[in-house]
């Protein structure tokens, strides 16, 4: 079973930067996409980022320009750079591991518990 271990939130100031962490337990990382997402109390959860196995990246209208996805495969790790934050950008973020190559052409989630992003105007 894949496990998704993330770290790196905190409470943090507007205009402040953070950088999340992802560290995956999976036998094979380089095939699976990797994605973070947010979510606030009572609102469904928000796709932030994308980071594809090809290494092609996607964003949120809400933060581009902001925010940068990464990954290091050697790592097994994906991280989310958040630059210039707002208090709106406070929530939970959790990231989420989709392999490809697990029933075709559905494909396997796996996410981790999150962790929490508090910004303060």
């Known amino acids: 079973q894949v496990q998704l271990m993330e770290s790196g939130g905190g409470l943090v100031h507007s205009g402040d930067s953070l950088r999340l962490s992802c560290v995956v337990s999976?036998?094979?990382?380089?095939?699976?996409?990797m994605s973070w997402y947010r979510q606030v109390p009572g609102k469904g959860p928000e796709l932030v980022a994308t980071?594809?196995?090809?290494?092609?990246?996607q964003y949120s209208d809400s933060i581009v320009g902001r925010f940068a996805i990464s990954r290091d495969n050697a790592k097994k790790a994906a991280y989310l750079q958040m630059n210039n934050l707002e208090p709106a950008d406070t929530a939970t973020y959790s990231c989420?591991?989709?392999?490809?190559?697990?029933?075709?052409?559905?494909?396997?989630?796996?996410w981790g518990k999150g962790t929490q992003v508090t910004v303060s105007s």
């Open positions: 989420k591991a989709h392999d490809p190559t697990v029933t075709p052409p559905y494909g396997r989630d796996d």
């Open positions: 999976a036998k094979v990382f380089h095939v699976l996409h």
């Open positions: 980071i594809f196995n090809d290494g092609t990246t």
